[in-house]
């Protein structure tokens, strides 16, 4: 990749993006607005939570978005009886009575976590913990996980019996929550149509991992303007109930409202949104463009919100309203 400049940069990863979209669409129908959030998830460094049904092709999602960007992947399937050495590795005795590490499905670029609700906390926290660190502790030996390094966590919102729910904490560890919805009529008769033949389609790899590091690092260097800073902070702000600067709603239908790390993501969302789009900076319009995939899951509604059924979207909206 030859640029001279930030500016050349920016117009070719557009091109890139725009080649990305063609290439996943060949075998994703629809869910155009899933496809650019976890695209500017990666470019952000940030890792995603994807809520939706059985059925919605959720893995067929990441395994395409894998190919495109020419990135290994990893499947885990999370149980009950999972343990954490079945995702990071564990230490064997060789033919010569020596430990050799056997690396886990963790060590991967882009790691789909399948119903990652439905194994126990000791378990969720191994990966977890490879999220934020970048890197494992086994025996003493530290193993750096290879970038770029890419956590897609999937969660079921039906049958929660049996589930582990993440704690607030782990929550926050991801960049954006998205919620995937039924196809249109028209989307699921292109879909029926589409996986009902003996046809398969492969996308073509339109970026290097190299290339997606220099675009992470592209995207941190983003000017923003003291009045987006601003708006991103005062927005987060509004969220906790005890803040002097709560909102109303806050006060009355949360517990609980968004960290510091919520105002990191829509930042780093926003230059992402911007960039995407064309601009060069991002505006005010670009933090609200990803302020629900943001905060959705870092704000926690009481008894009355959910009493009077409002949802979590409702009280966001009403928050950029």
Known sequence: MHVNSDVEAVDFLVKKYDLLKSEIAKVIVGQDEVVKNLLISIFCKGHCLLVGVPGLAKTLMVNTLSKALGLSYSRIQFTPDLMPSDIIGTEILDEQRRFRFIKGPVFANIILADEINRTPPKTQSALLEAMQEKAITVAGTTYHLEEPFFVLATQNPIEQEGTYPLPEAQLDRFMFNIWLDYPSVEEEIRIVKATTTEKTITPEVVLSAEEIIYFQNLIRKIPVADNVFQFAVNLVTSTRPDSVKSNGWAREYL???????????????????????????????????????????????????????????????????
Do not use: M
């Open 255 to 321: 517990t609980w409202g968004a960290g510091p790390r919520a105002s990191q993501y829509l930042i780093l969302g926003a230059k992402c949104h911007a960039v995407l789009n064309g601009k060069y900076s991002p505006d005010i319009e670009d933090v609200r463009a990803v302020t629900i995939s943001v905060l959705r899951h870092r704000i926690v509604r009481n008894y009355k919100a959910e009493a009077a059924g409002i949802r979590v979207e409702d009280i966001i909206n009403h928050f950029l309203s």
